[in-house]
């Protein structure tokens, strides 16, 4: 069974920083590439990063220069380094890997980031 576990979310001040895991088991760390999503309240579920096994990213253009997707092929995780949050960053983010051999994706259960004063 493939799982997805992230954590590190919580409550967090504007201006501040924090960082998600996401450790994924029961399969080849390597052969994902990994990706960050959240959803807000009412709102659809948006890409945040992306980032292959070769560690190439991509962001999307609201957190440029604010987040950092990085991982680790040794422990099988991924992170995100979130930095400067704003209130509009509150939302759930998720963790989601898409195998390269058979497309398939999985997802975490999610963790809860709150930017709140």
């Known amino acids: 069974q493939v799982l997805f576990v992230e954590s590190g979310g919580g409550l967090v001040q504007p201006g501040g920083s924090l960082r998600l895991s996401c450790q994924v088991s029961?399969?080849?760390?390597?052969?994902?590439?990994m990706a960050w999503y959240r959803q807000a309240p009412g709102k659809q579920r948006e890409m945040v990063a992306t980032?292959?096994?070769?560690?190439?990213?991509n962001y999307a253009d609201s957190v440029k220069g604010r987040f950092t997707a990085s991982r680790d092929n040794a422990k099988s995780t991924v992170y995100l380094q979130m930095n400067s949050l704003k209130p509009e960053d509150t939302a759930v983010y998720f963790c989601?890997?898409?195998?390269?051999?058979?497309?398939?994706?999985?997802w975490g259960q999610g963790t809860q980031v709150t930017v709140s004063s």
């Open positions: 029961g399969s080849v760390f390597s052969r994902y590439t």
């Open positions: 989601n890997g898409r195998s390269v051999l058979t497309d398939r994706n999985y």
């Open positions: 980032i292959t096994s070769a560690g190439s990213t």
